[in-house]
């Protein structure tokens, strides 16, 4: 993938390497069952240099539940709530329909 050819942002693969080129990878991650091997020409030590500091001061971004405050969270009893919503609607089931197409044979 381009973002595993040089740290920070790369506009083209052409930018960093030339076709014929010899360059120094490290092995990533091998992914057996679809046959891949994620490689890259970032060292280990560059790559966790610049990666993007969890948690602490700088805002960032929150993920999950962190990403909202309690009171933007909805209500607590989500779960009650939708029961007795549901209790005097119908109920729905998602079933397959058969239909035979096939044509019986006309006697002439």
Known sequence: HISSLAV????S???VVSV?????????????EGNKISLSMISVE????????RGGEGGGRRRGRAMFS???????????????????KPSFTNMPIVVDKRKEAVSA
């Open 46 to 53: 560059e790559e966790a240099a610049n990666k993007p500091k």
């Open 8 to 11: 920070g942002r790369t506009n």
């Open 70 to 88: 309690a009171d933007e969270m909805g209500a607590a009893d989500w779960k009650e709530s939708l029961e007795t919503f549901q209790k005097d």
């Open 13 to 15: 693969v052409e930018d």
């Open 20 to 32: 014929g080129d010899k360059v120094q990878v490290r092995v990533r991650n091998i992914d057996v």
